[in-house]
């Protein structure tokens, strides 16, 4: 929605309608658990991120954080990036391995860039 307002009123012109992207996809891995994603990906870069789904995250304030880690992250590498802050925050997402978690994630933002 908010790509769509700056296109009408003329803050996105042709030159810039392909680097804003606005990605949101749903995964459900075989035995898994649901989540929703909302991406706004402008030059490579995640300008805006939303998780959600029927997973759950420990601790609890561990979906914020990550979040906020992926927002201003480039998406080249981000799968290892992301691994990385799940491990040394020791977050468990339960339904999901954290390996399987950010692939997931990889792979659908590749699609649709």
């Not at 304030?61 to 998406?75: H, P, R």
């Not at 802050?85 to 792979?107: N, T, Y």
């Amino acid at each position: 929605m908010i790509i769509n307002i700056l296109k009408k009123n003329g803050f996105i012109n042709a030159d810039m309608k392909n680097r804003i992207q606005k990605i949101v996809f749903s995964i459900k891995p075989s035995g898994g658990k649901l989540l929703h994603t909302k991406l706004i990906i402008e030059d490579n870069l995640i300008k805006s991120c939303s998780l959600t789904g029927d997973f759950f995250i420990y601790p609890e304030e561990s979906l914020e954080k990550l979040e906020d880690f992926l927002t201003n992250q480039k998406v080249t590498n981000l799968e290892k990036k992301m691994a990385g802050f799940i491990k040394r925050r020791k977050i468990v997402i339960l339904g999901w391995s954290s390996k399987d978690f950010c692939k997931a994630l990889m792979e659908n933002i590749d699609k649709q860039i």
